[in-house]
């Protein structure tokens, strides 16, 4: 099948899909773990094939270790899948039920959203992952992977293709793997069977999804966030958690890219944290206010607005709380920002007022994520301002739909008066 | 200002607005409702501006209709606006709170979304309506007017501003009037600074509007909606509905435009349904088999996809209630179904599986609107399938974020496993 093809399948089998038992779901998902194991010689084969090809064409030493698949790697995934089949059932959950009259009930039901499209790079273990978490919450799913992970994915794909036939003739097409370069175009222009778009690479990859497609995406292309050191910080307590945000894992999102200092307090606290921070092989990089204080190289406009993803960090020195917020909402990717502050007020404020997917006080930037967050699965973090927010489980796999039970009802005896609604809650 | 600076200053207002507290806000809008009574006579004297301009121009009596003010117009607005502030304040529920660890709380709480744009025709009622319900959900808003309505939308806009300057300082730039039709495309390639539009008019606007931009339009273009009849429905109450859904006001986006009816029921009940739908003046087009059992035009493959708004009505035999589903997906809108049928099953596997915003089972499509739905007001009918859907409320201007309160926590020690995570609800 060609890639619409493949979209129209992914879009029919997607209405059967919706009335799919948990059960069943469950189901699949355990025997795709049963199935793992059993072909584990099988698909670590068929990754070697991806790894020869790697080492032929020279890739990066990054990308060639999110290629391997070892035996300690599957059990991981296997793990995972476990997680997930042990996940409530998302679907189904009424969380309005209104008589609109004592006869002719109203409910508002959670329902899987149809087709989730997912482009991923490289590591064939998101390809397990994101079909998962696309069969617990009843959505079909068109996954392109990358090139790199040929035989990877169609060996994983092949293993749930399998389990759901054992399952049910109604999984039939429900999910769909295409392979090629050209099949992103012509995927991205099918907004006619593709309701959501997620994007899990690099923010190249994202920003080149969202700038390409009427279909709505959820994800976040940069992650620039901020730490604030208040007048009226535990200063301790500031260096500490700048280092966390900043060190802990600098090639992730929700590290921090720039650190905001009260003026109040910054000869005393600059010191402090950039000694830390060099320990750690930080390179600092400062406006004119922090150059007077500690030995940075000279930050540029375009600092502000730049995630490094890396050991690298620019520092600004601001006159007050509202300065800071004012940088953040200015400059920042509304992703996550965190304040340090001992003042209720301040950090009220910053809470408030700050345009952010998560927003903290006194701890790590790097908490903003979906295991850390208690979400029992993370589909993405989205920076996006409708939908889903921030780290995002598996109710951003979900909409709903209203359920209107009736008796005969017409509109006309309510427009005349003859009867009259009631509007009252049974949940 | 040109409407990029109307849309920076949008957003620059949106941030303050989020901290408005829900008293101010209502505040704002029920001196709106004063303000609107005592310059009545100068609103009505604006308005007679714009008419005198439509007689000139000779616009539709529809058109002139929906753009006349009168003092009982005025009341009703009036009325409305006391509604909408009487509304229980959207923002800041706490839906989700979390103990990450003892001083670590995580709360998910609902903030509005940013700056909405809406465009709008016609009816300058529409102006305060939706200018109202952003106030009170904390969102800065772009208006884009009809031109038709200009001296009205231009006074009834006033009144906002003046309002919210007697208020508080921070309402400030967080309502802009854009007038001109060049604005529109200008505002439609503003997503740097729009958050969503809201399109509020004609099939062509709200599709001309999703066909160009980025920004996320909520909304609907068609309401193709369908009534199935099944064979082991009560073919009287079906008479009734199927009348209901398509006569009691045929130009709004929930009336029946096809009539689906099981084989087996045919020829008992077309000639009923038929006889009803003549006298009410409706005009039938009907595949071949119903051409066999009542007078009916020949219908084409284009009437199943065509909204109507009008007396005109498409039949189609069907053969089970899957055939009527599978209709219903392909060629619907995704608006609102309804089946009639006394058979639990069928009800069943109709609510399941049509994937409509609204589906019915024994009761007239013509319930599905925010009013009747008892949402307290009603922002638009969305068939969007991710943030909101059918008849959107208040919640369809709202998103939230995260709020993490710590303690000086950092995510190496949960790493390094000298802390554990508690993730203990505490709502």
Redesign the interface.
Known sequence: MNTIDKAMAAKQA???L??ISDQKKTGVILRVAELLKEKQAWVLAENQKDLEKAKAENISQVMYKRLVLTEEKIDGIIASLKDVAGLPDPVGHVTVK?E?DDD?I?EKVSVP??VIGIIFESRPDALVQISSLCIKSGNAAILKGGREAQYSNRALFSIFIDAMAEMDSRFTNCLQLVESREDISELLSLDQYV??MIPRGSNDLVKHI??NT?I?V?GHADGICHVYVDKDA?LD?AV??S??SKC??PAVCNAMETLLVHRDIASKFLPKVAEKLVENNVELRGDEATQNIVSVIPATEEDWKTEYTDLILSIRVVDSTDAA?EHI?TYGSHHTDAIISKDAGA?D?F???V??????????T???DGF???LGAEVGISTN???????VGLEGLL??????????????D??SGKKA?T?KEVL
């Open positions: 997607s209405f059967k919706a009335s209104r609109l002719l109203l959203i149809g309701d959501l969202q700038a009427k709505p959820m535990d307590m500490t958690v280092v966390d802990q894992y917020i909402n950090c404020a809470l408030a007022t345009d952010s997917s998560s927003v903290l006080t006194n701890c790590s790097r908490f903003a850390r967050y208690g301002k409708i939908h889903a927010r921030g780290p909409i709903y739909k209203y359920r209107l039970v009736g008796n005969g009802n017409i509109v006309a309510y427009a609604f509007h």
